[in-house]
């Protein structure tokens, strides 16, 4: 989307930016790109656009891999989750519409706009205010975060939680260190290693979660 807005206007979305932008909020975002690509736009008028496009585009963006299975895996043996996201709460709408059955499994969502989040990441609230409300309210250090963004394993750390990060191919290693492990796919996470139960030998995926819907 970000690389869209830029040609738009006649303006190169450098490598080395788009990785810059990750775990970043939308108005971060936008102030960064603007600045840094000097955008004949204002900051405003770029995150405008930028969520005019997620409104088009997001219910179609592709999950990451393994996420699926290991959602379905988690809820089927009542593993509480919840989604804690630097993303608006109108994105988070438009992706649980787009997969109602997929974003059901979680017990809540937290996003950088709710009341209760004062600052989005790389700050602790997100989390922390996720934490707080399952039910038996566990301790930060009985919570799993899974990150794709450096900014986003920050918050977690501060937040005094273990994490697993899932980072983009071309991320530098300075940026990947301070997770407690390191992961190139969901679909290499063994979730024994943190003392939750193994996989079943035959991954249950989103066919059976739409064979499901499709009965009712």
């Keep these: 989307m970000i690389k869209q807005i830029c040609e738009k206007h006649n303006k190169k979305y450098p490598k080395e930016l788009q990785l810059k932008v990750y775990g970043l909020t939308d108005r971060e975002l936008s102030v960064l790109v603007v600045n840094e690509v000097k955008m004949p736009i204002s900051v405003d008028e770029f995150e405008r656009q930028l969520n005019d496009l997620a409104q088009k585009m997001l219910p179609s963006a592709p999950l990451q891999k393994g996420a699926e299975r290991l959602l379905t895996h988690l809820h089927d043996y009542k593993i509480p989750m919840a989604l804690a996201t630097n993303s608006m709460e109108q994105a988070v709408r438009l992706h649980a519409t787009a ?48 990150e794709d963004s450096a900014v986003g394993v920050q918050s977690a750390k501060e937040a005094g939680m273990q994490v697993v990060m899932i980072p983009d191919a071309r991320m530098d290693r300075e940026h990947t260190r301070h997770a407690t492990l390191v992961i190139r796919s969901l679909l290499d996470f063994r979730p024994e290693l943190f003392g939750l139960p193994p996989f079943d030998d035959g991954p249950r995926t989103m066919k059976r979660i739409e064979d499901n819907e499709a009965h009712e």
């Excluded at 059901?104 to 707080?132: C, M, Q």
């Design 99 to 146: 997969r109602p059955k997929l974003f059901g499994l979680f017990h809540h969502k937290v996003s950088v706009t709710d009341p209760e989040v004062f600052r989005g990441k790389p700050n602790p609230d997100i989390f922390l205010v996720a934490a707080s409300r399952f039910p038996d309210k566990p301790s930060p250090r009985q919570c799993l975060v899974f």
